[in-house]
């Protein structure tokens, strides 16, 4: 019987095709998170850029939301609360 791996958030079955970062993060995404999840980490991903005014391109935004990642999809699940006093700030 083949065996079958579970999404570590919801218990769901894996069916992600690849992974979402050329990276050692991003297999480990591909192995222990499933599509839905990943989906919800995305809308999640788009309030803190717009909130904090997050530019992708930039270093700082893109470490921050890699520990974002790494909080929120592969950690406990709780992630930075958003500070609204911090409004288009990124300085942590």
Request: aromatic share 8%; hydrophobic share 35%.
């Amino acid at each position: 019987m083949a065996e079958t791996f579970e999404c570590r958030r919801c218990s769901g079955p894996l069916k992600m095709e690849k992974a979402p970062f050329r990276n050692e993060l991003g297999e480990r995404i591909l192995a222990e998170i499933c599509q839905d999840c990943w989906k919800d980490w995305l809308e999640h991903q788009t309030l803190l850029i717009n909130h904090y005014g997050l530019d992708p391109r930039e270093k700082k935004s893109r470490d921050f939301l890699f520990r974002q990642v790494e909080e929120v999809l592969l950690g406990d699940g709780k992630g930075a609360d958003i500070d609204t006093s911090q409004e288009g700030s990124i300085e942590w």
